[in-house]
């Protein structure tokens, strides 16, 4: 009896240690998942869904910085006042 207790034992110790490495490695791909971008910025369109795969190199969203955002335009002189 002692060393059936002893095995479940060793069992349970042994799935936990599997279910630690497991937890480690899915809070490391958690880590991974973070998306930075290289510059402060808003994000002005988002080219993936929730949940969808993706590799190194997909476009995941376009961001725009607008700080200091510079606009030329051409008006008609009769149209400017």
Do not use: H, Y
């Amino acid at each position: 009896e002692v060393r059936a207790e002893r095995e479940r034992t060793a069992r349970a110790k042994s799935g936990l240690d599997q279910a630690e490495v497991a937890l480690r490695k899915a809070r490391l791909e958690l880590a991974r998942t973070r998306v930075r971008a290289p510059f402060p910025g808003r994000v002005a369109s988002i080219e993936v869904v929730e949940g969808q795969r993706v590799s190194p190199g997909d476009s995941l969203m376009t961001v725009v910085d607008l700080d200091p955002i510079k606009v030329e335009v051409q008006v008609l002189e009769a149209e400017v006042g």
